[in-house]
């Protein structure tokens, strides 16, 4: 049978089409994921319960517990992001982390999230962390310039050859840059899992420990949704160490564009409560790193 040349050439032209479709939108991960496809409960099955089909979940603390969940598999390099409403009101004394860790005893990598809660109408406080090769003692904090409890917003980690950036929104609050060749420690070699929990410690979390949890509030419920990894995983890490191929990798990736760094200037500026570097206490040495993370 014959097909008029019309329909044969729109034929050819819906291909091309679809064709050049896929190329401009290359297929990784595009439905959103489940929590259950990418995470497991690690702590607490009763205080995690599973929002809109799977695709939210709800933390709870109270006095009995916290809770936690963990990434099924472990990423070297990627970029990991997810929505997270916090605990509102008086959430003094609580902590609800964000992470990723190699869980390896001696040699640690780990990034760290904590959002550290306040008495009602004080600023929520984000701490970093950046454990490379073992060593950590590099915290910073800045206090949010908006209320995390009354929507959601994106915390994500890029986590490349070049740096690490912990972002809010579209806000870089830390930059962590891979200087291992002038000798100071990167995580680069280890898979890393994706972790958080929710947990009581009014130890230190608030005011340095000033300001305790209050249980009649409780119980505290923080809220989760969006999960994205985009990340490597293979069986063998060092196949992701040296593939510098993925899109994380690419060169808007590689450094800060000029409209970030200009948000990450006004953070630093603006928001930072604390800062190990300019710490003289606990560093009377300046550590190396800091001074090659300026901007
Ligand atoms: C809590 O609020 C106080 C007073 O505004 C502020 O100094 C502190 O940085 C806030 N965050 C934490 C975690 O204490």
């Known amino acids: 049978m014959m097909y008029p040349l019309s329909i044969f050439l729109n034929n050819l032209l819906l ?60 990423y070297l390099f990627g970029l990991v992001s997810m929505k997270i409403k916090l605990i509102p009101g008086d959430s003094a004394g609580t902590v609800t982390a964000f992470y990723m860790n190699s869980d ?79 000798g100071t420690p990167f995580p680069n070699s280890q898979p890393m899992g994706i972790y958080s929990t929710l947990w009581e410690a009014d130890d230190w979390a608030t005011r340095g ?29 060092s196949a992701c160490a040296s593939n510098r191929a993925n899109w994380w990798e690419g060169p808007s990736y590689q450094r800060l564009d000029a409209g970030a760094a200009r948000r990450y200037r006004w953070v630093r500026m603006n928001h930072m409560v604390y800062d190990y570097c300019t710490d003289k206490r606990r560093n009377p040495v300046t ?4 001074l090659i993370n300026g901007i």
């Open 104 to 182: 390896t005893d001696q040699v640690r990598d780990e990034l760290d999230f904590e959002f550290l809660g306040n008495r009602t109408g004080q600023p929520y406080s984000v701490q970093t962390n950046v454990y490379a090769h073992g060593k950590g003692d590099r915290e910073q904090r800045v206090n949010l310039w908006f209320d995390p409890s009354a929507d959601f917003h994106r915390y994500s980690i890029l986590w490349n050859y070049h740096h690490v950036v912990f972002s809010v929104d579209e806000v870089p609050i830390r930059v962590y840059k891979n200087n291992e060749h002038k």
């Open 209 to 237: 420990g000033l300001e305790k949890i209050d249980w009649k509030e409780a119980p505290f419920y923080a809220y989760y949704k969006d999960f994205d990894i985009e990340g490597c995983t293979t069986p063998e890490p």
């Open 15 to 74: 291909t091309l089409f679809l064709i050049r479709l896929v190329t401009l939108f290359p297929v990784t991960n595009t439905k959103p994921a489940t929590f259950l496809e990418d995470f497991r409960i690690t702590w607490s099955d009763s205080h995690i319960k599973q929002l809109d089909g799977g695709k939210g979940i709800q933390l709870l603390l109270d006095q009995n517990s916290g809770c936690g969940f963990a990434s099924k598999k472990k």
């Open 287 to 290: 550590p190396p790193e800091c």
